[in-house]
């Protein structure tokens, strides 16, 4: 491991990303690139400034859809995953359906869920990233409690444990790497759910819906604007997983940085 | 006295009963005494680990008897009545080196306290006290199976099965491990079942060598081991080390060659 200084570390991306925006903002008015293609940062930066109290509003609708139907799915999804590794005939049964419903785009059904619950029911937008969310985690959480090392269930065998031992002391801490990919998967996802979900139909005051109308009135900028903060939401919620599975499972970060 | 480990007429075949697809053992018998350290050496597929498995009732017997401290092998695993350690370290990537060596202990329910005090004590033993707080991967391959050893005695076992512990190691690490073994073997007073394929592996650790041949695997010769204690380099390079590695590569061969006729019958 070698030691890098702070200026070392964070130097170089933010050079990149000052350098990237002063290219966009350079190149968007050297060549007059018309607003409605691409508006300059200064110019998207303003509209946020404008719209900020729109935009949070927006924002704070779509984060809570997505936040419940993350923990809704992602919950379900570890619930499920516990319940197949305990019964295997379960686990047999379910995989198969489950790994293929994975490769389904999800979204396509966000009309039907409308049309189920409302469009401007909340509970449309939490039902389709719950779905959205529920099979990255079941089937990763699945890989990981089944797949450990043999010699470890072999050693616990010795001990003359009970299968609720080796699930608690071999299978979960085994499933908390795969348990936090999963979990980094579903961050991004959920939020494309809600936002996608959002478009086929919402409140007024929601991402989705205020992007899609923005730009339907040609007021790019504020759309724009709308998406940038989208995407620090998106980055925002990588991140915050990231923070907690540096404290939930440290021994494998360590390993990462090797 | 009593036998730790009793084999009476064991076989085990793989496959269905009446046409079975491999014998893996074949009419095992076997009685080890406390405080020896036995070794079982053979070619692979001789079903050297299987025998070892066998004893800690990881595998069943197809028929025949099994018994450590004189009661069922199934019974004698339940009481947690000896201690395991395999080719591979088998720690947890997720627990520190002390708690690794704890698990045993925690599963039985000992308390947090006594568990640390006896976990250090363990790391003492395999010299690992400094690293109690690393995690497994910042261990080299030979420190990581000495935590697997002192995983393995943490609950003081009588019996110690070791299936070819040193297998992956280079071979100055192996000399060094064996060294350690014997200095341990000593300290702990713990009845060993050694599997390995080192012939002076073999000598320079056991009491007595069992020497196995493969298809079916069966003993074929058990050779007592003379060497005084305590062993250590010098014994290595004594005439009679070399005497006894010759006697024990001899009756590989030997069990060899009749497997060969046997075949050729």
């Known amino acids: 491991m070698s030691r890098t200084s702070p200026l070392e570390r964070y130097g170089p991306p933010i050079a990149v990303f000052f350098l990237v925006i002063a290219l966009w903002e350079l190149l968007v008015r050297a060549f007059n690139v018309q607003q409605f293609l691409l508006p300059a940062p200064t110019v998207i930066a303003e509209a946020f400034f404008r719209t900020t109290t729109n935009i949070f509003n927006s924002a704070a609708y779509t984060i809570r859809s997505a936040v419940f139907g993350f923990g809704l799915g992602a919950g379900a999804g570890i619930l499920v995953a516990l319940i197949t590794a305990r019964w295997t005939t379960v686990r047999e049964g379910l995989m198969p359906f489950a790994i293929a419903l994975n490769s389904v785009p999800i979204i396509a059904f966000a009309p039907i869920m409308n049309n189920w619950f409302g469009s401007t029911n909340p509970l449309s937008k939490i039902a389709i990233v719950a779905v959205i969310t529920f099979f990255p985690m079941m089937i990763n959480m699945v890989r990981g409690l089944t797949l450990v090392e043999p010699a470890k269930i072999e050693l616990m065998r010795s001990y003359a444990t009970t299968p609720l031992q080796v699930l608690i002391k071999v299978r979960i801490p085994n499933a908390l790497p795969y348990l936090f990919n999963a979990l980094k998967v579903c961050s991004t996802l959920s939020l494309i759910g809600a936002i996608v979900g959002e478009y086929f139909g919402g409140p007024r005051d929601s991402l989705g819906v205020y992007i899609l109308q923005e730009a339907q009135l040609f007021r790019f900028d504020n759309a724009w604007a709308a998406i940038i903060i989208s995407a620090l939401l998106g980055i925002a919620f990588y991140l915050v997983i990231i923070g907690l599975e540096r404290i939930a499972i440290p021994w494998h970060a360590s390993i990462d940085k090797q | ?265």
């Open chain 2, 1 to 265: 006295m009593a036998s730790v480990v009793s084999l009476k007429n064991v076989n085990k075949f793989f496959g269905p009963a009446e046409r079975p697809t491999t014998i893996a053992l074949k009419d095992i018998n076997l009685e080890i005494q406390p405080r020896e350290f036995i070794s079982l050496i053979g070619p692979s597929g001789c079903g050297k680990s299987t025998l070892l498995r066998t004893i800690g009732d990881l595998v069943e017997p197809s028929s025949g008897e099994v018994l450590v401290n004189g009661k069922p092998a199934h019974q004698a695993r339940i009481n947690r009545e000896y201690g395991m350690v395999f080719q591979a370290p088998v720690l947890f990537e997720w627990r520190t080196v002390l708690k690794n060596v704890e698990l045993p202990l925690e599963i039985m329910g000992v308390p947090k306290a006594e568990r640390i005090r006896r976990g250090r004590e363990m790391l003492r033993l395999v010299e690992l006290q400094h690293f109690e707080r690393h995690y497994p991967w910042q261990l080299s391959g030979g420190m990581q199976q000495r935590v697997a050893i002192a995983r393995a005695l943490a609950f003081r076992p009588e019996l110690l099965l070791m299936d070819e512990p040193f297998g992956a190691l280079d071979e100055i690490t192996r000399e060094r491990m064996n060294a350690e073994l014997l200095r341990i073997w000593h300290e702990t007073q713990t009845t060993v079942v050694f599997v390995t394929h080192s012939i002076p592996e073999a000598v320079f650790l056991s009491t007595r060598v069992v020497v196995m041949s493969a298809r079916p695997g069966r003993i074929t010769e058990i050779i007592p081991i003379d060497l005084p204690y305590p062993r250590n380099v010098e014994t290595r390079e004594s005439p009679r080390f070399f005497e006894l590695v010759t006697l024990v590569r001899e009756a590989l061969r030997k069990s060899e060659e009749m497997r060969e006729e046997l075949e050729l019958r």
